[in-house]
């Protein structure tokens, strides 16, 4: 409270607290680069190289490097819950954001699934389904964004974390029936990941149909707006026409000229003069 009245501050009390709620709003819409959703988009892009460090350690079978090779998947994971969330609650998305986060997405797993698979640990068909499905979909979202946007579904967020806790179990260095659970959890992350990647190409082909038929929609009406436009000027222009020759018309004298009618009125002598 600095004491100082509304007007001496520069008019009424309501413009100040309005010009600052716009200024605030605008503030807010315009997030800049650096806030904390990008940079944990950020973090997880730099714990890739580390993480494959990490795994790679040794030759990639040391439980202890592994150990720490999960830590850095399993921060990687845990923030990019964080950062969509923090981004869609505080309006932080940005034009950064909305390109950097899924490539941090796939960018981790996709190489937890290569080193996995190049150490001899997973099946190479396992990383090929996953890699395939999450190329293609985001492949697929690009083919559909003129008509629409697929949400994310209930199925995609649980398939994300099968295949985060699938990977991450096969990250540690188990043995006995924990390998062996690992096993059928990746199995069921897989049925997830075919299940939904269906989904979503349903959700595509219809979406897309439902575009291309808006769109032929409002061609045809553009047509017919274009066609009553040119049958209407056609018919103003008719009836200007038509207007236009009864005045014509009307503006004419009847019968013999004016003149020879005042002359056929006089005498022989005053025609003739």
């Given at each position: 409270?600095?004491?100082?009245?509304?007007?001496?501050?520069?008019?009424?009390?309501?413009?100040?607290?309005?010009?600052?709620?716009?200024?605030?709003?605008?503030?807010?819409?315009?997030?800049?680069?650096?806030?904390?959703?990008?940079?944990?988009?950020?973090?997880?892009?730099?714990?890739?190289?580390?993480?494959?460090?990490?795994?790679?350690?040794?030759?990639?079978?040391?439980?202890?490097?592994?150990?720490?090779?999960?830590?850095?998947?399993?921060?990687?994971?845990?923030?990019?819950?964080?950062?969509?969330?923090?981004?869609?609650?505080?309006?932080?998305?940005?034009?950064?954001?909305?390109?950097?986060?899924?490539?941090?997405?796939?960018?981790?797993?996709?190489?937890?699934?290569?080193?996995?698979?190049?150490?001899?640990?997973?099946?190479?068909?396992?990383?090929?389904?996953?890699?395939?499905?999450?190329?293609?979909?985001?492949?697929?979202?690009?083919?559909?964004?003129?008509?629409?946007?697929?949400?994310?579904?209930?199925?995609?967020?649980?398939?994300?974390?099968?295949?985060?806790?699938?990977?991450?179990?096969?990250?540690?260095?188990?043995?006995?029936?924990?390998?062996?659970?690992?096993?059928?959890?990746?199995?069921?992350?897989?049925?997830?990941?075919?299940?939904?990647?269906?989904?979503?190409?349903?959700?595509?082909?219809?979406?897309?149909?439902?575009?291309?038929?808006?769109?032929?929609?409002?061609?045809?009406?553009?047509?017919?707006?274009?066609?009553?436009?040119?049958?209407?000027?056609?018919?103003?222009?008719?009836?200007?026409?038509?207007?236009?020759?009864?005045?014509?018309?009307?503006?004419?004298?009847?019968?013999?000229?004016?003149?020879?009618?005042?002359?056929?009125?006089r005498g022989p002598a005053e025609a003739e003069r």
């Open positions: 409270m600095t004491g100082v009245p509304a007007s001496a501050a520069g008019g009424s009390g309501s413009t100040p607290a309005h010009r600052g709620g716009k200024l605030g709003a605008a503030a807010v819409n315009q997030a800049g680069l650096w806030n904390i959703a990008n940079i944990l988009t950020m973090v997880r892009l730099l714990l890739v190289p580390g993480f494959v460090m990490l795994l790679l350690h040794d030759g990639g079978y040391d439980p202890v490097w592994r150990s720490f090779a999960w830590a850095a998947f399993a921060i990687a994971m845990i923030t990019d819950v964080f950062d969509g969330h923090l981004a869609r609650a505080y309006n932080l998305v940005t034009d950064f954001g909305k390109i950097a986060d899924p490539i941090a997405d796939k960018a981790i797993m996709g190489a937890a699934l290569i080193c996995l698979s190049w150490l001899g640990d997973l099946p190479w068909w396992i990383t090929g389904v996953i890699l395939f499905r999450e190329l293609g979909i985001t492949l697929m979202r690009f083919w559909v964004i003129r008509h629409s946007v697929i949400p994310a579904s209930r199925g995609g967020k649980v398939k994300t974390l099968a295949q985060g806790i699938a990977v991450g179990m096969y990250v540690l260095a188990l043995t006995g029936p924990l390998a062996t659970l690992r096993f059928w959890v990746m199995m069921a992350a897989v049925v997830l990941t075919v299940v939904t990647g269906l989904d979503y190409v349903r959700q595509a082909v219809v979406l897309r149909r439902r575009g291309l038929a808006a769109e032929r929609a409002a061609a045809a009406m553009e047509a017919v707006t274009a066609a009553a436009d040119v049958d209407g000027a056609a018919g103003a222009r008719t009836a200007t026409d038509e207007a236009a020759g009864t005045a014509e018309g009307a503006a004419e004298p009847l019968g013999e000229p004016v003149g020879e009618r005042v002359a056929g009125s």
